[in-house]
């Protein structure tokens, strides 16, 4: 390596190695199961490729494959939900999607242009172990929105393919077998590495749209050429009462049609594939700002996207409220489930309907693997960095798998009903949105722009009323995202427990240039390291006292202390170090740790020194222990034996091992 301080002579040089990354362990497995698992394609293999760009409206389609697809269930519940007064309660659905959701995630989109999304918005904003705990509530009813995605459009697929009259008689009424069958084959794509494609999700959601708006034409060319639909509705309209009941009626039911505002997060998360243009071309990501050209273009593609749904929410609602009976759309009628699809077979013809319904079984399809893809994106983007969960979460199979069994635990639980599922999935959706605009208002109090902030506050305290009535109303998504919460936290506490005493660190670094100079001096069993709790002259005195009563010890020591970082619930943090030295013995100061214990290891696998002499504390081992999880304190002495220990198994070599003392204090 070259002398940095040829050029930087007695100046602090930041950046200069402490030693080379250490060897960490790798998984190996050893059955022939294991050995598959492990083959598959880990869901980091894309970071740091290139990606190539798209114009966005041609991304547009891979938002629209989650987003659109909801043509297929929402106008069914929508009846179901609110009968006559459907159209109303869509037409508030819209305003509050345009007005409220599209405002909310534009914000998003100005800080989220990596596709990092709402949650990682909020890891940014709340620091420490409160933030940690809110990501992972979020990450919990984040799942159950994924999940439900997949389950309920495998769900309303099935549904589509049994209600056809083509494949009835072959399919017969096994639903649930049949949308366990495609969540199967869901699941058999990304074992075998599928990945999302623009033209994939172009040739479905294209041809989905133009199916839906003939469907939808040739409903309004019945409703204007059958002149007492519309009085009957009317009167319908008339007998629930004047204008402000019927407000009022539709907004009590505006949270259960809530599940058409999904589709917004996937917007964001597909940023890093939108061109941005000419205003990027000379974007530097390392000037801290936002590439101006993307941020715009993925806004267009978000109001865009928001128009498109907007009309055929609205169109949707008010020809199948005026076409479809109450008994057809009741659960387990002809049209529950499948409104659209059953005025395309009654009004086109079976051929045409058959067309929509493969058409409207591909977008569900293709909105599952939407969810899936969501998922393995999502989950090692927080859980890894967070210590919060195994090591092989970085491979794409072993979570497929995961994700799959709960898929089929769902699937059974709600017997593939898609009305019944659709509490739960609004419940999903609206946490999403409300952690976006919670994160968007304090994003905004923070630059001090209050007007703005004022606006997204308000929006919070709609998406917070919408979601506790649908939490009221149905509780079943509030308890399904409460249970994969539990579940996940628990999950991740068991997680933290077991790998706190991996090192943890990924690397260090000198601090000035005459500690780097000073490094060899240290490395191969040239001195004895001595962890302290003081960082003053005196304290290494004393220690160095105490050893020499005890212990015949020849050669210098390394005296070195561990500055923790304010926020430990950080799982791994580089470390910065700087040396100095007091007549034959050396002084280490580290700065930066997570965790005394692993700093230590960490140190003493970069120098080898010949021995460690640590400290006992003799205090309760359980306190003890739940300081060093919560706050990287506790019983040094014995956690950093173990991680040493552990490190040896995990990276055997024929190097004799440092000897460890640990002395009582």
């Given at each position: 390596?070259?002398?940095?301080?040829?050029?930087?002579?007695?100046?602090?040089?930041?950046?200069?190695?402490?030693?080379?990354?250490?060897?960490?362990?790798?998984?190996?497995?050893?059955?022939?199961?294991?050995?598959?698992?492990?083959?598959?394609?880990s869901v980091d293999t894309h970071a740091g490729k290139e990606i190539t760009p798209h114009p966005w409206w041609k991304v547009i389609w891979l938002t629209g494959v989650d987003y659109f697809s909801t043509l297929g269930y929402q106008p069914g519940i929508a009846l179901l939900a609110a009968g006559a007064v459907a159209p109303v309660a869509t037409v508030i659905l819209v305003l509050v999607t345009l007005l409220g959701a599209l405002p909310v995630y534009a914000q998003v989109a100005g800080r989220s242009f990596a596709g990092q999304g709402s949650i990682a918005m909020l890891e940014n904003l709340l620091e420490g172990w409160k933030g940690k705990v809110l990501i992972l509530i979020l990450l919990g009813f984040a799942a159950t929105d994924f999940v439900i995605t997949m389950t309920l459009s495998a769900a309303d697929a099935a549904?589509?393919?049994?209600?056809?009259?083509?494949?009835?008689?072959?399919?017969?009424?096994?639903?649930?077998?049949?949308?366990?069958?495609?969540?199967?084959?869901?699941?058999?794509l990304f074992l075998r590495g599928f990945s999302e494609a623009i033209g994939l999700a172009t040739g479905a959601a294209v041809p989905y749209l133009v199916l839906n708006v003939i469907v939808l034409g040739r409903g309004v060319w019945e409703v204007a050429t059958h002149p007492t639909l519309l009085p009957r509705w009317q009167s319908a309209l008339a007998a629930k009462g004047d204008f402000s009941f019927l407000v009022a009626g539709a907004v009590l039911v505006f949270p259960k049609l809530a599940l058409g505002l999904s589709g917004f997060e996937t917007g964001v998360?597909?940023?890093?594939?939108?061109?941005?243009?000419?205003?990027?071309?000379?974007?530097?990501?390392?000037?801290?700002?936002?590439?101006?050209?993307?941020?715009?273009?993925?806004?267009?593609?978000?109001?865009?996207?928001?128009?498109?749904?907007?009309?055929?929410?609205?169109?949707?609602?008010?020809?199948?409220t005026l076409l479809i009976g109450p008994d057809d759309y009741k659960v387990g009628g002809k049209a529950s489930g499948r409104a659209i699809a059953f005025l395309a077979h009654k009004y086109l013809g079976l051929t045409f309907g058959t067309v929509y319904d493969f058409s409207t079984i591909l977008i569900l399809g293709l909105a599952g693997a939407s969810a899936m893809a969501g998922l393995l994106h999502l989950i090692p983007r927080f859980l890894p960095r967070f210590g919060m969960a195994p090591r092989w979460v970085a491979l794409a199979r072993p979570l497929v798998l995961v994700l799959f069994a709960i898929d089929i635990v769902i699937t059974l639980i709600f017997r593939a009903n898609v009305e019944a599922q659709s509490g739960a999935y609004a419940t999903g959706v609206l946490v999403l949105i409300l952690s976006a605009a919670l994160a968007a208002t304090l994003a905004l109090w923070r630059e001090r722009r209050l007007l703005l902030a004022t606006y997204t506050g308000i929006l919070c305290l709609v998406f917070a009323y919408t979601l506790t009535d649908n939490c009221l109303e149905r509780p079943d998504g509030l308890i399904i995202g409460t249970v994969f919460t539990m579940l996940l936290m628990a999950a991740s506490g068991l997680s933290r427990s077991l790998r706190s005493v991996e090192l943890r660190i990924p690397h260090g670094y000198f601090s000035d240039v005459e500690s780097w100079r000073m490094g060899p001096e240290l490395r191969g069993k040239k001195v004895h390291l001595v962890p302290i709790a003081s960082s003053s002259p005196e304290a290494r005195r004393k220690k160095k006292a105490e050893i020499a009563r005890h212990y015949s010890v020849k050669g210098p020591f390394l005296f070195l202390h561990v500055n923790l970082l304010d926020n430990r619930s950080e799982f791994a943090a580089p470390l910065e170090v700087t040396l100095s030295k007091e007549g034959n013995d050396y002084f280490g100061e580290v700065y930066g740790a997570v965790a005394i214990a692993n700093s230590i290891a960490f140190v003493s696998e970069c120098i080898d020194p010949i021995s460690i002499f640590i400290g006992l504390t003799r205090r309760d081992l359980m306190g003890q222990a739940v300081r060093y999880l919560l706050f990287g304190?506790?019983?040094?002495?014995?956690?950093?034996?173990?991680?040493?220990?552990?490190?040896?198994?995990?990276?055997?070599?024929?190097?004799?091992?440092?000897?460890i003392f640990l002395m009582s204090d």
């Open positions: 390596m070259r002398d940095p301080g040829a050029q930087n002579e007695g100046r602090a040089v930041k950046r200069i190695p402490f030693r080379e990354r250490l060897p960490q362990p790798s998984l190996e497995y050893r059955s022939a199961f294991g050995k598959w698992l492990a083959r598959g394609e549904k589509h393919a049994v209600e056809n009259p083509v494949l009835h008689d072959s399919l017969g009424d096994h639903q649930v077998l049949l949308t366990v069958i495609i969540l199967a084959m869901l699941a058999a998360s597909v940023m890093p594939l939108i061109d941005g243009g000419d205003r990027d071309r000379e974007y530097n990501p390392r000037s801290g700002g936002a590439p101006a050209g993307r941020v715009a273009n993925t806004r267009k593609l978000l109001t865009a996207a928001a128009a498109i749904m907007s009309v055929m929410l609205i169109l949707s609602s008010f020809v199948t304190e506790g019983e040094t002495g014995l956690m950093v034996y173990t991680i040493l220990v552990r490190y040896w198994d995990w990276t055997p070599g024929e190097d004799i091992r440092p000897r």
